[in-house]
């Protein structure tokens, strides 16, 4: 069976620490890897994702991936939080190819950035 | 949000009765798909459409039903049959060249 697990609900950092939001995949073959956030009663953006090559990957608003193909894991990294960076983030697998695209997403993790 | 845009933003439901979500998208992507979001649970998919005239079943489309008469439509009917209906719609495009899903503004139904 092919997952996406997100460990953590909720994520707490101050202003100006780096911060880490952790994901983990189950998947055959090679994993399609996308992170995604959510601001209140809104839709789903694109951060970044993850299909070969470089293993960190760059992302918007200054928010990083690390593709980590022996620990299953696709953690999303900022070097320095802001308060606006609060929000509902969703990591997402693809499904093998053939899947027609479709995502599997993690549950979520609530980021919460205090001044 | 990117092209695509969800009606009504708050939905009401009677008991037995069927109601339709609206997602209406500008961006010329042949796919298009619908989740439901419920708290802690992330986003699950009721269904998804590659192509005018076709759909395919989620992992959790009973109680719900789609057409796509036309690339830029793509309307969810809850059912009498989801006896749990209440959560947050979102309805999604995707862009084939680089696999980027853009989402509407999502819409709360809720039963009366």
């Known amino acids: 069976a092919q997952s996406v697990a997100q460990p953590e609900d909720q994520v707490n950092v101050a202003e100006g620490n780096p911060l880490t939001v952790k994901c983990t995949y189950s998947?055959?073959?090679?994993?399609?890897l996308f992170w995604y956030v959510q601001y209140p009663n809104r839709g789903l953006q694109f951060l970044l994702k993850y299909i070969t090559g470089d293993n960190l990957v760059k992302g918007s608003y200054g928010f990083e991936a690390e593709f980590n193909k022996s620990q299953t894991s696709f953690h999303l990294k900022k070097p320095s939080a802001l308060v606006s960076d609060s929000a509902l983030y969703f990591c997402?697998?693809?499904?093998?190819?053939?899947?027609?695209?479709?995502?599997?997403f993690g549950k979520g993790t609530k980021l919460s950035v205090k001044p | 949000d990117g092209g695509i845009t969800q009606s009504p933003k708050y939905l009401f439901r009677k008991e037995g009765q069927n109601v339709t979500l609206s997602c209406e998208q500008n961006l010329n992507h042949d796919a298009m798909y619908w989740y439901r979001q419920d708290p802690g649970q992330g986003l699950r998919l009721i269904y998804y459409s590659q192509i005018v005239n076709d759909f395919q079943k989620g992992d959790i489309a009973e109680g719900y039903s789609v057409s796509r008469e036309k690339k830029e439509s793509f309307p969810l009917t809850v059912t009498s049959a989801q006896k749990n209906p209440t959560a947050f719609y979102l309805c999604?495009?995707?862009?084939?060249?680089?696999?980027?899903?853009?989402f509407g503004s999502g819409t709360q139904l809720s039963v009366l």
């Open positions: 999604a495009s995707r862009r084939e060249v680089d696999e980027k899903l853009f």
């Open positions: 997402a697998v693809r499904k093998k190819p053939g899947s027609q695209g479709n995502l599997i």
């Open positions: 998947v055959s073959g090679n994993p399609y």
